[in-house]
């Protein structure tokens, strides 16, 4: 059997979310963020979503088949934390495709700080457009599509007893796992990245029928077990380039 019902979640809120939104506001060149991207913690607030996450999980109608993470600290530690308050036992498979997009020499930049150090790259980005750009040493978004392409044929090619794969990622990975499921074009994406962002510890949940190649998207960044529990909603947008999530 093939996987038919995904549930995408993004990490919660991170320290390097808050530093490079106080960046930004202040009109900064560069975010303070002292860990590599792949060791970035959950802040205060984001343990705080995780927990709520596994509350949602153990009020769940059905659990999950497998549980899979992106490497990255903070969508394990979301993931983890999430589990633990559903009282759920499964482990947490990590597979490095999941890993947030890699910005290169962007890495810790805000937009003014690529305008004002990196001149050329910033206008190699607008010639070339959000999708195709690949900064030097990162990736581009279409480089992220392969990746969960490869992710999706080996999870097809496992067992599945038609309950839900949980996912634990990145609002960058999240919007790719959109674009290849549903079949959509660049500018399909774009246009939907310009008017939808993915909250820290939502759910993104995607069905289809068994035997089916095509996604339909059941639910976008829900967050209602946020809101039940007055647990901070918090909005850090990938539309930017340079922001580390």
């Known amino acids: 059997m093939t996987a038919t019902q995904l549930w995408l979640v993004r990490h919660g809120e991170s320290t390097a979310n808050v530093l490079a939104t106080e960046a930004q506001r202040a009109g900064a060149e560069a975010i303070a963020v002292t860990h590599r991207d792949a060791d970035v913690p959950l802040s205060d607030a984001g343990t705080q979503q995780a927990e709520a996450l596994g509350r949602w999980l ?54 003014h700080g690529v305008d004002v150090r990196l001149p050329e790259e910033a206008a190699r980005r607008r010639w070339l457009g959000k999708f195709y750009y690949r900064p030097p040493g990162g990736e581009s978004w279409t480089d992220v599509v392969l990746r969960v392409r490869s992710f999706l044929r080996d999870l097809d090619d496992s067992a599945s007893d038609g309950r839900p794969v949980l996912i634990a990622a990145h609002d960058a990975v999240v919007m790719v796992f959109l674009y290849v499921c549903l079949g959509w074009s660049e500018r399909e994406l774009l246009d939907f990245i310009s008017t939808h962002t993915v909250l820290n510890a939502s759910v993104t949940r995607l069905s289809r029928k068994p035997g089916s190649s095509r996604w339909t998207l059941d639910v976008f960044s829900h967050d209602d077990h946020l809101e039940a529990l007055g647990v901070p909603v918090t909005k850090h947008g990938s539309d930017s380039d340079v922001q580390p999530r």
């Open 58 to 111: 153990a009020s769940a109608e059905t659990t999950p088949e497998a549980v899979w993470s992106s490497p990255y600290l903070r969508a394990q530690q979301t993931i983890a934390i999430a589990l633990e308050g559903a009282g759920t036992d499964l482990p947490i498979l990590v597979d490095e495709r999941l890993r947030d997009r890699e910005l290169g020499i962007l890495d810790a930049l805000t937009s």
